[in-house]
C-alpha cells in the first residue's frame, strides 16, 4: 500500500479552494500538497501566498513534480489536461462534468442555435479521447462527483446492497436561484445550462444507485438505457418580471431542464435541475423500491434549525449556501461540506489509491453522465422524443 503522495492543483478557484479543505481532513494517508498552475496568475499568486504553496509557470511543470493532479477548472479544458495527466502515468481528480462540447470550432458558435447531433458527437468523442488515455495509462480517473459520497447517498447503498432491493424509480433535484459566475451563463465555457450544471449532480447520484442495485443482484451495473427531456428558458423570456431574486444573466442556456431516464432494466428516474428555486439550494434524491422508500435531503436537512428575528444578527454567521435572507427560520448546515460529501470524496479517493481498490466514482460513472446529458439535449431539441444513450 503506497501511503504517501505528492499533490498539485490546476486551476486556482472555489473548486480548488474546497478539494484542498477537503484533503486537510483526509487520515492514513500522507498527503504533501507541493504546488497550483493557473493561466490567470494573479488568481495563481493569491491562492499560492495564502496556502503556502509553490506556484507553476505550467501544467506540464506541475505534473511532472506530482503523483496525483486534481483538475479544478472549467470543463472546456478537462479532456486535454486529463490526457496530459494520464499521459504521464498520474492519478487524476476531475471536477465534474468530465467534458461536454464547447463550440470551439465557430468563432460565432451560439448555445441557442447549434445542432444538439453535433454537440452529442463531440462529447462523445470527447469521452472516448479521455477513456482511451486511462485505459493506457497507469494511472485513473477519480470522478469528483461529491454526491456519491454524500453520507445519506453512502448510506442509501448499503441499505439497497444489505436488501438485495429492486428499485424501481428514482426522483431528484438540483436547483437554487442561479449561479454567480457569469462564465456559467454562457454555453461555450460550461458546455450546457441547467441540465449540464446542475443536472449532472442528481443524475450521477441516481446512476450510482442503479450500478449498486446491478451489481449487488447480477454483478453487473445497471446503466442508463434511453432518456426524454424538455428544457425551458424562464428568466430569457421577455415576459419575465425580474425581482433581484433570481439570476437572468445567462445568454445562451436553459435555466430549467426535467429529464426521464430508463435504464437497461426498464426502471426509471426524473431529473429535474433549475435556476428558479428561492431560499437556499435543493439537493434531494428520493429511491423508491420494492422493499423500502428513502428520502436523502443533502440540503436543506433538518439537522440545526435557528430563528433569527433580525438580519444584522448574523451578518458575519454563515448559514447555508445561497439562502435569501438570514432572517425568520434557517435550515442552518453544521457542516456544509460534510453533509454535501466532499471530505468523505477525498478521503475514499487517497484511500483507495492507496490500497489499489476502485473508486465508487469512477470514469464509468462520468461517461454515462455526460452521454446521458448530451442525448438529452438531443430529445430536447425534438421535443421530449426519446433518444437512445450510447454505451461509451
Known sequence: ???????????SGFAAEFHLAALRKVYDVKIQVVGAYSPTKSNLEEFCTKQALEAFSSAEELISRV??????????????????????????????????????????????TFPREKGFEKAVQSLQNILKAEKESDG????????????????????????KSQVLWIQAQQSHSGSHSLAYGKWRLS???????????????????????????????????????RVHKITRLPNFENELHLKDSYTDVEDYASLHVVFEDNMIADI????????????????????????CNLTPNNAMQTYNPVHSN?????????????????NIS????????????????YTGMASGEKPDSDSQLAADVIATIYAAYISAEQNGREVEIPKI
Open 191 to 229: 458546455g450546457g445550462g441547467s441540465l449540464m450544471g446542475k443536472g449532472c449532480h442528481p443524475l450521477s447520484g441516481a446512476i450510482f444507485l442503479k450500478y449498486v442495485e446491478g451489481k449487488t443482484r447480477n454483478h453487473q451495473p445497471i446503466r442508463p438505457k434511453s432518456v426524454s427531456c
Open 272 to 295: 429535474t435541475a433549475s435556476e428558479l428555486l428561492h431560499g437556499g439550494v435543493k439537493n434531494y434524491l428520493e429511491v423508491h423500491a420494492n422493499n423500502h422508500r428513502t428520502i
Open 334 to 349: 453544521p457542516d456544509e461540506a460534510w453533509f454535501n460529501g466532499y471530505q468523505h470524496e477525498m478521503q475514499a479517493f
Open 140 to 163: 485513473q480517473i477519480f470522478y469528483a462527483e461529491n454526491w456519491i459520497y454524500a453520507p445519506a447517498i453512502q448510506k442509501e447503498k448499503e441499505v439497497i446492497e444489505k436488501t
Open 67 to 112: 503523483d496525483v493532479v486534481h483538475i479544478c477548472t472549467p470543463p472546456s479544458t478537462h479532456e486535454s489536461l486529463c490526457i496530459q495527466a494520464l499521459k504521464q502515468h498520474r492519478q487524476v481528480i476531475v471536477e465534474k462534468p468530465l467534458t461536454g462540447y464547447f463550440g470551439e470550432e465557430a468563432d460565432d458558435f451560439s448555445g441557442d
Open 1 to 11: 500500500m503506497k501511503k504517501s503522495f505528492d499533490v498539485g492543483f490546476i486551476g
Open 314 to 330: 448574523f451578518d458575519d454567521i454563515y448559514v447555508v449556501e445561497k439562502t435569501g435572507t438570514k432572517q425568520g427560520w434557517s
